[in-house]
């Protein structure tokens, strides 16, 4: 068998560690609370007298929040010491089809907002519906003087704010609050890779990764349009019936204060227990605890990433390579990740992919797969893989699946299905299901990284995967502990099952996944039939050192031919017999 060749290693994020140094008093431009560069104007105009509207979307906390530190200064700047600030944050119920899972876990954050606003002389209005109608009919009603809203590349909230835009009669500024590098000064461009990004990033990190300054008080809010009473728990029972499908998990709890304990508190990431893991064991589905598990807190916005670079980076004297390999992961592939979805609109289809890799996955689009699972058999994890169907039932489960096993699951969905297009649907689907991080540029970037090729290379050509970057069976038994991370994944299922029924007894909602129909875990009595099938063909994969993740190059190797039949196979559950291609 060939070796791979792996390109040259990149320089490691030193930078950090004296950007995050700079004193307080240099959070910002000088006289000014906010890097302009951080602002774009969306509508050009004089701000007016009126209250500044913050309409707060991705970034939903009240400390290390950029765009609330810019609406207060213009407010400031327009009113002086009348200055007036509302936040406005729109709910909008049936977004992107997030369940009570992530639904419970952003209104409770929310509810834990409101007072730390009000506390600073900060109005918060709670809307819902259409942002296209909500946010400019509050805009009228307070005759505001500018609207500022916080920044995401994704395809909605990007044609909320061009409606939003088109319908108000003030300015409309917008705030990057949560990348380190706004991703308009870190590129003008689709970035090729992390390779291409992360000297644009570091260049700018010395301007950007400063402390934040503290929120300034307010006049308390003298407006005679005051906000609504929100009626929480009614909110919540609402959110949490309609999507009962997936209920809430009780592992990570809500808020910005919980955030900040999970990175800084007793027993949270940068403790020495478990930022000493961070460097040799986060790639280990086997050793959860190495994991920072902040995924949650960044996506809602509870927990700002330049917070999060700031304390890690104290100790990177102690903790050198963990530290450098976590601001990697937190800064460069995570504004990776915007920066692809910023430049590129169709970033959920196979239509963004590069030319060699479209041309490879139709060259293979009807190669013979050994098995073709239907959606509903891959949700329920019902698959001949015990590795497969455990990184799912984790998922379904705990609602964060571990990292290296977010690849491998990816990858086998492709192998699994009737072509690349149906693949990409489906991972999508799933991840946005049932992770608490859904609906996020690094699950669609992560999903078209191991079904398109993005930001990767070519590789050994193989059936059905083509040149796509391929991963199997026995190339993760050679780097972790398959069993363990299947007794892991049973515990979960096995407590999350008895929390649902002791929750049910009780009346109350259920935290703890119920759907789909799921057997007792990937190595339990509802998979047995699984798990021996998949012992029985794993053995026969070729080993292959090509799924090794983050590594540039093409790999030269052995290519297990294809199979000239698809294997019809039983359904471990349900006994019906699973499509091959024909």
Known sequence: MGTKRKAPEEPAAAEVETAGKKPALEAAAPGGLVNPKRVRVLKAGSVGKGPVVLWMSRDQRMNDNWALLHAIEAAR?????????????NLVPAFLGAGARQFGFMLRGLRQLQPRLEEKGIAFFMLKGDPAQTIPDLVTHLDAGLLVTDYSPL???RQWREQVCAAVRVPVHEVDAHNVVPVWAASDKREIGARTLRPKIHRHLPEFLREF?????????????????????????EVLTRGSAVPEVDWCAPGEEAALAALTGPGGFLTASRLSLYDTKRNDPATPRALSNLSPYLHFGQLAPQRAALEAAKHRAKYKAAVESFLEELVVRRELS???CHYTPNYDSLDCAAEWAKESLNKHRVDKREFVYTREQLEAGRTHDELWNASQLEMVHRGKMHGFMRMYWAKKILEWTNGPEEAIEIAIYLNDRYELDGRDPSGYVGVMWSMAGIHDMGWTERPIFGKIRYMNYNGCKRKFDIKAYCAYVDRIVSEAKAKRRQQQQAGKPAAG????????GPSGSGSAAAAAAAKAEVKEEPEEEQEE??????????????????????????????KGDS
């Open 338 to 340: 915007d920066n692809f």
């Open 513 to 520: 996944a119920a759907a789909p129909a799921v057997g007792t």
């Open 77 to 89: 700047g327009a009113a002086g010491g009348e200055a007036q600030v509302a936040v406005a944050f």
């Open 213 to 237: 300054p503290e929120v300034p008080s307010l006049p308390p809010w003298s407006h005679p349009v005051k906000p609504e009473p929100v009626e929480w728990e009614a909110l919540l029972d």
């Open 155 to 157: 395809r909605l909230g």
């Open 549 to 578: 993740a983050g590594s540039a190059g093409k790999a030269e190797g052995t290519v297990k031919p294809a199979a000239k039949k698809a294997r019809v196979a039983k359904s471990p559950a349900s006994g019906s017999k699973r």
